[in-house]
């Protein structure tokens, strides 16, 4: 391949900024969406067969299913741009420079000598988390309601397929030290009070993280940050958990910048949401699987507030 054509990729290039600038229809963002899913695909199949070649059968095994779930992401992505579009997209109408850091990790990978399923599963969860902030960012840039909608149902797949992906991460992550998992609840009673005491430990998180933003002169994060800690506290108090203090060993570092006070609050949402997709894969009975997808669709759609003002505030630090 001659170094124009590497230099022009779809799929994981269109993850630099100036590329979601340049969204500004639904057909480019969903032959975006299906070129993101695409280019996955290849490069976990290329580290697949790079690793059964050096005889690293179990994580060549790890990478391979991967390979089949993004296929099947790339079908479903196919099929929802033709109930939207009425036609399928077309990803080779847009190509845009992969980033150096991007194109960098899957190299290191690629070549690693002490690639592990753990560390492979790693690499997924990195690739969806880049691919959920390109949506954030294509919805907060663009003015279109249509593309807002999009980009934000496209940021909360991303979502769900890293929280899965970091389930099976952390399994991973056990079977190698030989540890045993902690137990989750399966009765709907179970749930309510596992998840009332996530919900409150989350929104007394939050509210922390609310006072030190509004402390460094981020009034509009320290409001979202409290409006999202109401919410998580209205949860708690459906499910019948108790409305009193709740305390954290983690507190927000004492010199804390908004930035890193924002990615703090992005990483107790990321853990809740986490949470309840393992919960919704184990729950025993069809109440319970309810509850937790619908506690789930909430704590994905507070998490994506959050990125998406975290991303904003970047950008500003940025350009200033």
């Known amino acids: ?69 993004e296929q099947g992401h790339v079908t479903g992505i196919a099929l929802w741009a033709r109930d939207l579009l009425g036609t399928a997209p077309a990803p080779e109408r847009f190509a845009w420079p992969l980033p150096a850091e991007i194109a960098g990790s899957w190299e290191e990978l690629s070549q690693s000598t002490t690639l592990t399923p753990y560390k492979a599963l790693s690499l997924a969860v990195r690739a969806e988390e880049q691919a959920f902030t390109f949506y954030v960012y294509v919805g907060s840039l663009n003015p279109d309601p249509a593309i807002k909608d999009q980009a934000e149902a496209l940021a909360r797949e991303e979502l769900r397929h890293a929280a899965a992906l970091r389930i099976e991460r952390r399994k991973a992550y056990h079977r190698e030290r030989g540890e045993v998992r902690r137990a989750l609840p399966r009765s709907v009673e179970d749930l309510a009070d596992f998840a009332g005491r996530l919900e409150r430990e989350a929104a007394s998180r939050h509210l922390a993280l609310a ?64 949470h309840y997709a393992e919960l919704a894969g184990r729950v025993a009975d069809g109440e319970g699987l309810v509850r937790a997808q619908a506690l789930q669709e909430a704590a994905v759609h507070r998490l994506i507030l959050i990125a998406a003002h975290l991303e904003a505030t970047q950008q500003d630090v940025q350009s200033q």
């Open 1 to 69: 391949m001659d170094q124009a054509n590497d230099n022009r990729r779809t799929g994981l290039s269109a993850l630099g900024l100036g590329s979601a600038a340049e969204i500004t229809s639904l057909d480019a963002l969903m032959a975006m969406a299906l070129a993101l899913e695409q280019e996955a695909v290849i490069r976990y199949r290329q580290l697949a067969a790079a690793l059964a070649d050096r005889g690293d059968a179990d994580v060549a095994a790890t990478l391979s299913a991967l390979g089949a779930e």
């Open 211 to 274: 006072e030190r933003l509004e402390h460094n002169g981020d009034g509009a994060g320290g409001a979202l940050l409290r409006r999202i800690a109401a919410e998580e506290r209205g949860a708690a108090a459906a499910m019948g958990f108790p409305d009193g203090e709740v305390t954290t060993d983690r507190h927000p570092p004492a010199r804390a910048g908004s930035l890193e006070l924002l990615r703090e609050g992005l990483r107790t949402a990321e853990l809740l949401a986490e």
